[in-house]
C-alpha cells in the first residue's frame, strides 16, 4: 500500500515563530488532506489540497502531486495550533479511504 | 450544522465482552469511513460505506469487527470478545458524496478493553 511519511515527527517553537511540516507519499494520488488533532482529540479539517496551493489565515499548503510531497506552513504561531499535524492520502473515483502519516507532534510555548 | 457524532466518548469493557460504538454522520452524507488510532499512531482505515452496503471492509483486522449501517445514516461498529489489544480510539468519519471528497471526523470512542 502506500506510505506517508511526516517530517519532523516533533516540532517546539516559541509563540510568534514559524514553521514548515512536511509530508512525503510514495504512489500517485488524487486526494490529499491536512487534519489538525487538537489535545481533546478532535480532527479538524485544514485543508484538502491535491495539487496547487491554498492558504487561509496564518495557514497556507502547497503539494506538488508530481514530486509526492505536500508541505504544511504555520505562520505567527500561537499556543492553539499545539497539537498533532497530520497529513492523508487518498484516491478519488475509488473507495476515498485514507492513508494516515504518523503526524508531526507541535509545542508552542508561550 | 451538527458535525459528524459518537457515543459513547469513553468505553471501558472486560475482556471477552461485545461492545457497540455508534456513528451519526452529517446529514445527507451518503459514505461513512470506521478508522481506529492507537496511541501515537494516525489513524487506519477499518471498514467504508457508501450507503447502505459495505462498499470495502478490507481494513478490518478479523471476523470479530463488524459494521453496519442498515438506513445509510447511522452506524454501528460491533466487536465480539473483545481483546487488550483493541483498546485504542474509534473514529468515524462522513463524506457527502461522490464528487466530494474531504471527510469529516467525528470525536471518536476511546475503548478501553482491560
Known amino acids: 500500500g502506500i506510505q506517508v511519511e511526516q517530517s519532523p515527527p516533533d516540532l517546539i517553537l516559541q509563540e510568534g515563530a514559524n514553521s514548515t511540516l512536511r509530508c512525503n507519499f510514495s504512489?500517485?494520488?488524487?486526494?490529499l488532506q491536512w487534519f489538525h488533532q487538537n489535545p481533546w482529540g478532535q480532527l479538524i479539517n485544514l485543508f484538502y489540497i491535491p495539487s496547487g496551493t491554498k492558504q487561509n489565515g496564518r495557514l497556507s499548503a502547497t503539494t506538488v502531486a508530481t514530486e509526492r510531497y505536500s508541505l504544511l506552513y504555520i505562520s505567527s504561531s500561537q499556543t492553539t495550533d499545539s497539537g498533532v499535524y497530520f497529513c492523508a492520502v487518498g484516491y478519488n473515483f475509488g473507495n476515498e479511504k485514507l492513508t494516515f502519516g504518523t503526524g508531526t507532534r507541535l509545542t508552542i510555548i508561550p | 450544522g451538527a458535525g459528524v457524532s459518537q457515543t459513547p466518548s469513553n468505553k471501558v469493557t472486560e475482556k471477552g465482552k461485545y461492545v457497540e460504538l455508534r456513528c451519526d454522520p452529517i446529514s445527507g452524507h451518503t459514505a461513512l469511513y470506521w478508522y481506529r488510532q492507537s496511541l501515537g499512531q494516525g489513524p487506519e482505515f477499518l471498514i467504508y460505506f457508501q450507503g447502505t452496503g459495505a462498499a470495502d471492509d478490507s481494513g478490518l483486522p478479523n471476523d470479530r469487527f463488524f459494521a453496519v449501517r442498515p438506513e445509510g445514516s447511522v452506524s454501528t461498529l460491533k466487536i465480539q470478545r473483545t481483546e487488550r489489544g483493541d483498546s485504542a480510539v474509534y473514529l468515524c468519519?462522513?463524506?457527502?458524496?461522490?464528487?466530494?471528497?474531504?471527510?469529516?471526523f467525528g470525536p471518536g470512542t476511546r475503548l478501553t478493553v482491560t
Open positions: 468519519a462522513s463524506r457527502a458524496g461522490t464528487y466530494a471528497y474531504e471527510q469529516y
Open positions: 504512489d500517485s494520488v488524487n486526494n
